[in-house]
């Protein structure tokens, strides 16, 4: 009999050694799930402001607009953009960004516009996005990228 009950103490030992470690392992999976799922947020984010038309010209309007000091967002245009809220302001790395909020179901999307773009030439001007989504406040991905704006196309309409 005491063999027996010393079998199941060590058993249950072993037990909830692994029971802790299959814990720890769902824990882990369950956040690196939430990281890579923010990771493609932010690439797909990007991928539509740059290649579907609709939201590129949504953007376009809205650099050509803050360009000329016009913050509303009242535009009809903006509605591809599916944007929560009016244009922040805020500031990384003591640079100047308007602030976009992204309607999402689960996530919070923000896009950040420098105000000034990194490069202007003749024809095009590359203005530097930051791209962050959030999880409530913790943040699950965070990218740089270059939108690049015709502005040729803008002085063509002028």
Do not use: C, W
């Not at 000034?116 to 965070?142: A, C, E, H, M, W």
């Amino acid at each position: 009999m005491l063999e027996v009950l010393l079998s199941f103490s060590i058993l249950s030992v072993v037990f909830v050694t692994f029971m802790a470690f299959f814990t720890n392992a769902f824990q882990y999976n369950s956040l690196s799930s939430d990281e890579i799922q923010g990771t493609n947020l932010v690439r797909a984010t990007l991928a539509e402001l740059k290649e579907n038309s609709a939201k590129r010209v949504a953007m376009e309007d809205f650099l050509g607009n803050v360009r000329n000091g016009d913050l509303s967002m009242s535009h009809p245009e903006y509605a591809a953009l599916s944007l929560t809220g009016t244009v922040g302001e805020t500031m990384f790395n003591e640079e100047d960004y308007y602030t976009l909020q992204i309607q999402h179901f689960q996530y919070k999307v923000f896009v950040h516009v420098k105000r000034k773009p990194d490069f202007s030439g003749t024809s095009i001007s590359l203005y530097r996005l930051y791209v962050q989504v959030f999880n409530d406040t913790k943040l699950l991905s965070d990218t740089y990228a270059y939108f690049e704006y015709d502005s040729e196309e803008e002085n063509n309409a002028q």
